[in-house]
């Protein structure tokens, strides 16, 4: 198993709370794809986002974290990656 420098760098730049948490919703806006994650404790939840053309089974362009709700973080999103 292959495993690429920027999968650790991410995993690693990852806070620990976030990376055990469900996920709530998953979807497409304009070339982006995102999913809206719970984090682990379900205090709060975040947001990865890739570009469309990226194979899914690579880590996440951006992973961004402390919103409130689901739909804050799907504002942040409209607002960032349309």
């Excluded at 948490?21 to 939840?45: A, P």
């Excluded at 990865?48 to 919103?67: D, T």
């Amino acid at each position: 198993m292959t495993i690429s420098f920027l999968a650790v760098f991410n995993l690693l730049d990852t806070p620990a709370k976030i990376r055990e948490g469900s996920l709530v919703k998953k979807g497409f806006s304009g070339e982006y794809q995102y999913e809206v994650w719970n984090t682990s404790d379900t205090t709060g939840y975040y947001l990865k986002v890739w570009k469309s053309q990226i194979n899914r089974n690579s880590e996440a362009l951006r992973v961004i974290g402390s919103f409130n709700s689901k739909n804050e973080a799907l504002e942040h999103l409209s607002n960032n990656y349309v």
